[in-house]
């Protein structure tokens, strides 16, 4: 190796070493709170009013959104925001709506950032009509005490956590992210996430429920709906005590089915690779097929059909 670029390694590794050295100091004096490196000013903004309303319409890029109960009969609308993306709230036609309007120019696009904006609404009573949300990377969490006609959500990136009561379409569709719907009532449920873990527990729908999901777990534990389908390419699906009272249509590229104390009138479970094992809770009449594996089903018996297939797995049933 040449000397001068000897000299030069020294040098970068210097002023690597100095520069940690800095950095861990600085972090010290502010007892490694690394949001103190931020270089984007927030702000705290608080509206609030009496207005009545029934829809919720909400647009945003990057806030977290959280519901919460109001404990007084007013609307309270706290947004801790960027200083130059600042939000919009109106209560008109009957109906909160609320957006964030980016003022930045390009270069205020460059810098560091530790916290996410967030979007905290308190509402005085527990039932509305139609929630729409959109927004590009920011999670959403409705607590169970509150009831809508219908929620639609679209985003990019972010996780959904929702406890709420649905009379009617709940529906959900992700680039990137984590669905989680519990303890819930809804009219019919239709989950979709190219990346991210699907959750459904203690949810009672008088309608269908429908997940897709590309590349991620689908996990389902004391469930009722009329039809239950999911499709997807890469991931495993768990389901117990999980009851459709008509259709259960399960389609994977490459995952396992993993089923306990699950039913319907009829099973229909596709797969290019992976097991099938369980239990049902009543007689079927079997149609089995694996190219390389295991095959296990009770006798034939009256009831509904089951139908598994799948190219290289074990289909083990009782």
């Excluded at 130059?84 to 964030?100: A, C, N, Q």
């Excluded at 590349?215 to 999911?230: D, E, H, M, P």
Aim: aromatic fraction near 6%.
């Amino acid at each position: 190796m040449r000397k001068i670029t000897k000299i030069w390694l020294i040098i970068a590794v210097a002023l690597i070493v100095i520069g940690g050295v800095i950095f861990a100091a600085i972090l010290s004096q502010s007892n490694w709170d690394f949001t103190t490196l931020s270089t984007v000013n927030y702000q705290t903004k608080t509206y609030t009013s009496l207005e009545q309303f029934n829809d919720i319409a909400i647009e945003t890029e990057t806030a977290d959104i959280t519901f919460l109960f109001s404990e007084n009969d007013s609307t309270k609308v706290v947004c801790y925001e960027m200083e130059k993306v600042p939000h919009s709230v109106s209560f008109d036609g009957g109906k909160l709506t609320i957006r964030d309007t980016d003022q930045r120019q390009w270069f205020d696009h460059i810098g560091i950032s530790f916290v996410a904006p967030k979007i905290t609404i308190y509402l005085p009573k527990s039932e509305y009509g139609a929630l729409n949300i959109s927004t590009t990377t920011g999670g959403i969490f409705i607590p169970q005490d509150f009831q809508f006609e219908s929620i639609h959500i679209s985003g990019t990136t972010g996780d959904i956590d929702s406890s709420a009561t649905v009379s009617g379409a709940f529906t959900v569709k992700l680039t990137t992210g984590n669905i989680s719907v519990k303890n819930a009532i809804i009219g019919s449920l239709d989950l979709t996430t190219t990346t991210g873990r699907t959750t459904l527990s203690d949810v009672t729908c008088s309608g269908d429920i429908r997940t897709n999901v590309s590349t991620g777990k689908v996990n389902l534990a004391n469930i009722r709906c009329i039809n239950f389908s999911t499709d997807g390419s890469t991931g495993d699906i768990s389901l117990e005590n999980v009851i459709a009272d008509k259709q259960m249509i399960i389609n994977r590229s490459t995952g396992d089915v993993k089923i306990k104390d699950s039913d319907a009138n009829s099973l229909n479970i596709q797969l290019d690779t992976g097991n099938v094992t369980g239990n049902l809770l009543t007689g079927k009449i079997f149609t089995v097929e694996s190219d390389t594996g295991k095959i296990r089903v009770p006798e034939n018996s009256p009831g509904g059909i089951c139908v598994i297939t799948t190219s290289t797995g074990d289909i083990l049933i009782s």
